[in-house]
């Protein structure tokens, strides 16, 4: 929770007790969902404040709700108001600075003191000279930003990672982003080939491809994130199969069989890849087996036997195994997650994580070859995923349970357009920004749009899932995953985030964030945003670069040059080319000068178009010229 939010709880609360008479106490109020949002407002105008918000008509009551803190005003207002305030975005401080509050009677001190202990939040006590006592707070100290953007990317069935064009795709995706592990579907499906019968009817195993596949992930820094299935057509109990390439999704003819299957499996990799590093490998049993398109019936009981019976028997093989499910989409939560739950705990299975599917558009409407969805208002997205980890924590043997999120994505289709525009981008970057509040990890669905669920696409832009469109052309979303890994690059520490930008600051002083401008609806809006960035550098100092890559309609729009293109179905080399060459961001650069009041600062100023996306980074640069060179006298001679 932010200090300005705090504060702001704790005198509303103390209002309340003097002219109410109240009995609860003060630190009992930090508890109450007042639903409201507060910001620091970079103006030390009142007046001029007041004025703004009058003129924009958000709500009346906002007098009384800003606060004057350290010289900056506070502003306070109600959460349903929020899309209001986001339409003005007044100027917002960011940096690790501290907000003062004095004129306290000892009385008054104490009840404090006890508030911001319930609260969580660290001070300083001072005796000013009248005698009264001040607190200091750190300023904004806790934002949660668990950016785990690289941990897991999807991937079409494991089949096609024998093709080049699937293997030059992913070669470019951990290149510019670089992902710890990789997950997809088909592991025991019949183009891999691992479940063989003799004539006899004896079980064995043919690892060739499976070897092929993984060797290949391993030479480009991945691990298996294994989910298993779906059911060797030998092994099936019934015909029933899902997509254009028939994966059986039938529970088992004989379990014992099947987890023969799975414990061959696990050994072998363990011969090959060493025991100690496969024992690292999250292991998933099935795929949405709430949808009866990929388990028969979305027969709970079942499924609940598959997962028993394969838990007992990796766990058997080794117990550093990690093993989790029951990987369902979303909407479920109170029916399959917390019988899921319930199920682990009556039958003592102590189940090692959690995972769930995250999408975040209504049903899709098709036309011809497409579908076309509307999105989700994303907090109720994110509401979903808090319930997740309610139900999750109500088992206290399984609170903190890590969940992960195996599937991610807007829509939950493979030929949805939206996947390969600038809003998908923009969207996406706000779920990054968030899906590590509740959860391990979140995994895009998928890296590439080699893919093919219902059959060869007709054209390269076809609303495949993938981060890079066929061609190996990166999509506006590959670059949001790109720039949030950037963040990740050194140590550092989030001081700031909202529904726009977050911003991180390392241990070398330097700055990096990311600012979005996402519409569910367009609005032809663009966004500006003025951050105040506090420097080490003394203002006479020009050291300090500002860089700024920016993803948007007019500047990285592969999909606009393709339509101008006149929409080609196979694009030629030279159009594939430049389809590539319009697929990176515009870079900007610019040298600054801090400002020394009141503190030394920087004030950049992001201007974000309509679903945009932009990275920036600010550092100290010092000069280091030639002798005899200026720059200066050559801009000079070139002007004349």
């Known amino acids: 929770m932010a200090t300005t939010d705090i504060l702001y709880r704790y005198f509303k609360a103390r209002q309340e007790v003097n002219e109410n008479g109240h009995s609860e106490t003060l630190a009992q109020c930090i508890h109450y969902d007042r639903g409201v949002d507060a910001v620091v407002l970079d103006m030390k105008d009142k007046k001029l404040a007041q ?49 003062q509050y004095g004129g306290f009677s ?25 005698g009264r006592i001040g607190f200091l707070l750190a300023e904004n100290k806790e934002y949660v930003f668990r950016n785990q953007v690289d941990f897991c990317i999807g991937t079409g069935r494991m089949g096609l990672a024998l093709t080049k064009e699937y293997q030059d795709q992913l070669a470019l995706v951990q290149k510019e982003i670089g992902f710890s592990h990789i997950r997809g579907h088909g592991l025991f499906c019949d183009d891999i080939g691992i479940y063989q019968e003799t004539p006899e009817g004896e079980s064995e195993y043919n690892f060739t491809y499976l070897d092929r596949v993984m060797d290949s992930y391993i030479s480009l820094g991945l691990r298996p994130f294994l989910e298993l299935g779906f059911m060797p057509q030998k092994m099936a109990s019934g015909t029933q199969t899902i997509f254009y ?84 989409c979303g909407g479920t939560d109170e029916v399959w997650i917390r019988s899921f739950m319930e199920y682990c705990e009556t039958n003592d299975l102590a189940v090692d994580f959690v995972t769930r599917h995250h999408y975040t558009s209504e049903p899709p409407k098709t036309q011809g070859h497409y579908s076309y969805i509307e999105l989700m208002d994303p ?56 899906l590590g509040d509740d959860n391990e990890s979140y995994s895009y669905w998928t ?56 911003v991180m600051k390392y241990e070398d002083g330097s700055y990096r964030g990311i600012a979005w401008n996402a519409t569910r609806n367009r609005s032809g809006k663009d966004l500006c945003l003025n951050l105040t960035i506090p420097t080490t550098q003394s203002a006479s100092t020009d050291s300090y670069l500002f860089l700024t890559q920016t993803v948007d309609e007019e500047n990285c729009n592969p999909l606009k040059v393709w339509h101008d293109l006149g ?57 280091h010229p030639d002798r005899g060179y200026s720059y200066e006298r050559v801009m000079q001679y070139e002007k004349r």
């Open 51 to 99: 004025k703004i918000l009058k003129e924009t008509d958000i709500n009346d009551a906002f007098d009384s709700w800003l606060l004057d803190i350290a010289g900056n005003l506070v502003l306070v207002y109600p959460r349903e108001q929020r899309e209001k305030y986001m339409e003005i975005q007044p100027h917002l401080v960011l940096g690790e600075k501290l907000v």
């Open 106 to 130: 000892h009385s008054e001190a104490q009840a404090m003191k006890d508030f911001l202990k319930e609260a969580g939040v660290d001070y300083k006590q001072s005796v000013e000279n009248d």
């Open 447 to 502: 890296f590439g749009d080699v893919f093919e669920e219902f059959g060869v696409p007709f054209t390269p832009f076809h609303g495949g899932f993938g981060l890079v469109a066929n061609g190996c052309i990166p999509k506006p979303t590959f670059w949001t995953f790109a720039f949030f890994k950037k963040l990740k690059e050194k140590k550092g520490i989030c001081v700031y985030k909202d529904e726009t930008c977050v």
């Open 245 to 328: 390439w028939k994966g059986n999704t039938t529970p088992p003819a004989s379990y014992k069989k099947w987890t023969d299957m799975v414990t061959a499996l696990l050994s072998h990799l363990c011969e090959r890849y060493t025991t100690d590093e496969v024992v690292t490998w999250p292991i998933e049993v099935w795929n949405e087996p709430n949808l009866p398109g990929f388990w028969e019936n979305a027969d709970m009981p079942e499924y609940f036997k598959l997962f028993h019976t394969t838990f007992d028997a990796i766990k058997k093989l080794d117990s550093r195994f990690l093993v989790g499910g029951p990987a369902v």
């Open 379 to 434: 907090e109720d997205g994110f509401a979903n995923l808090h319930t997740t980890r309610e139900i999750i924590d109500s088992f206290p043997r399984f609170k903190g349970l890590p969940i992960h999120i195996t599937e991610f994505n807007t829509s939950y289709v493979p030929n949805c357009p939206i996947h390969d525009t600038n809003q998908n981008a923009a969207y996406i970057a706000h779920q990054l920004s968030r």
């Open 567 to 623: 929409e080609p179905a196979n694009p030629t080399k030279d159009q594939i080319d430049l389809l590539k060459q319009t697929a990176r961001p515009q870079i900007h650069t610019e040298r600054m000068v801090p400002v020394s009041m009141p503190e030394s600062h920087i004030s950049i100023e992001l201007n974000i178009k309509e679903n945009g996306v932009v990275y920036f980074s600010l550092e100290s640069k010092p000069l």
